[in-house]
């Protein structure tokens, strides 16, 4: 088994519900469309017997837009059991059944603030 990536980024969407000016994932251009699971598990099931990934970000565009976010979170688990898996996000599409992806597949979240005025709102909501 290869160990050699720290980190390994899986970028499932270009799909995000903002446009903060200098997006490092050119996500202000207007970029569209979604990665879904079934399209690539036959690849990763390879890479899986190949790689010992440590540590793995699921991110986008918005990675909790794309409707297949619970399969690849589900499915990247179960091809590294052992990997510390997140989800980066900007925290405003938040769907309370997540807490089961941490609970059931020990899959988290991480946050990203890209401008002040979304953190304010973010604050007043939660």
Same mark, same amino acid.
């Given at each position: 088994m290869i160990? #050699?990536?720290p980190v390994? +980024?899986? $970028?499932? *969407? &270009?799909v995000c519900n903002l446009a903060c000016r200098g997006c490092n994932r050119f996500n202000d251009q207007k970029f569209k %469309?979604? !990665? $879904?699971?079934d399209t690539h598990a036959e690849a990763y099931e390879a890479w899986s017997k190949r790689l =010992?990934? @440590?540590?793995? *970000?699921?991110? %986008? %565009?918005? @990675?909790?837009? &794309? @409707? =297949?976010? +619970?399969?690849w979170a589900i499915n990247l688990r179960r091809l590294w059991p052992n990997a510390v898996?997140?989800?980066?996000? &900007?925290?405003? $599409?938040?769907? @309370? !059944?997540?807490?089961? #992806?941490? *609970? &059931?597949?020990k899959v988290g979240f991480g946050l990203s603030l890209h401008d002040p005025a979304t953190a304010e709102k973010l604050?007043? !909501?939660w």
């Open positions: 160990k #050699l990536f390994v +980024e899986f $970028y499932i *969407t &270009n %469309g979604h !990665q $879904y699971w =010992d990934i @440590p540590r793995i *970000t699921i991110i %986008g %565009g918005e @990675p909790t837009l &794309n @409707p =297949d976010l +619970e399969k898996i997140m989800i980066q996000t &900007n925290g405003t $599409y938040w769907k @309370p !059944q997540w807490v089961d #992806l941490w *609970t &059931n597949h604050k007043e !909501q």
